[in-house]
T-cell receptor, first 115, second 114 residues
Framework: EAGVAQSPRYKIIEKRQSVAFWCNPI?????LYWYQQILGQGPKLLIQ????????DSQLPKDRFSAERLKGVDSTLKIQPAKLEDSAVYLC?????????????FGSGTQLSVL | AQSVTQLGSHVSVSEGALVLLRCNYS??????LFWYVQYPNQGLQLLLK??????LVKGINGFEAEFKKSETSFHLTKPSAHMSDAAEYFC????????????FGIGTKLQVIP
């Protein structure tokens, strides 16, 4: 079974530039999550999709971050414009259903450095 | 709001020694609890989880954890550490009601000394 695919693996940009990350979840997984993991901290949920609808985006900085999951499969997360504090690893995860207690499958993440 | 506290951001044990990683949760009702592990350059993967039923749960690679409601704890243990256990371990919590929203702790980096 193929895992959660993310690209790019690394990205270096200057502040005020734009950047986009891509995630392809495991086939058939209805729920997709984007987490932000700052160095020394645990992953923080940014946004959660159920198919192509947003379930929770309460911690997404909507003035600069946006995400979409068209067709309910792969997803993109965009930052525009980037700030220094956005330097982090961006993790994508998916689960088969939205059921409580369901196992999350994570990708390897995209490491973003904002200079 | 639910949260977890992991005591000790770094833990070192000798190979063959007991591994004990501590996690305490804060929730108004008993939540669902998880331990995830992250090996270098890899994504997080589930070690074990507690939802309902037996409070002692066994996971992969010989790890286990016990849900103790009276202590609001979910500590992770392994009787004998292997070099391959060196990784970062995250405790996480999700509400038992409503939709799944998983909140992670800051992580504990486990070092295994030969």
């Amino acid at each position: 079974e193929a895992g959660v695919a993310q690209s790019p693996r690394y990205k270096i940009i200057e502040k005020r530039q734009s950047v986009a990350f891509w995630c392809n979840p495991i086939s058939g997984h209805a729920t997709l999550y984007w987490y932000q993991q700052i160095l020394g901290q645990g992953p923080k949920l940014l946004i959660q999709f159920q198919n192509n609808g947003v379930v929770d985006d309460s911690q997404l900085p909507k003035d600069r971050f946006s995400a979409e999951r068209l067709k309910g499969v792969d997803s993109t997360l965009k930052i525009q414009p980037a700030k220094l504090e956005d330097s982090a690893v961006y993790l994508c995860a998916s689960s088969l259903v939205r059921k409580r207690g369901e196992k999350l499958f994570f990708g390897s993440g995209t490491q973003l450095s904002v200079l | 709001a639910q949260s977890v506290t992991q005591l000790g951001s770094h833990v070192s044990v000798s190979e063959g020694a007991l591994v004990l990683l501590r996690c305490n949760y804060s929730s108004s009702v008993p939540p669902y609890l998880f331990w995830y592990v992250q090996y270098p350059n890899q994504g997080l993967q589930l070690l074990l989880k507690y939802t309902t039923g037996a409070t002692l749960v066994k996971g992969i690679n010989g790890f286990e954890a016990e849900f103790k409601k009276s202590e609001t704890s979910f500590h992770l243990t392994k009787p004998s550490a292997h070099m391959s256990d060196a990784a970062e371990y995250f405790c996480a919590v999700s509400p038992s009601g409503g939709y799944q929203k998983v909140t992670f702790g800051i992580g504990t980096k486990l070092q295994v000394i030969p």
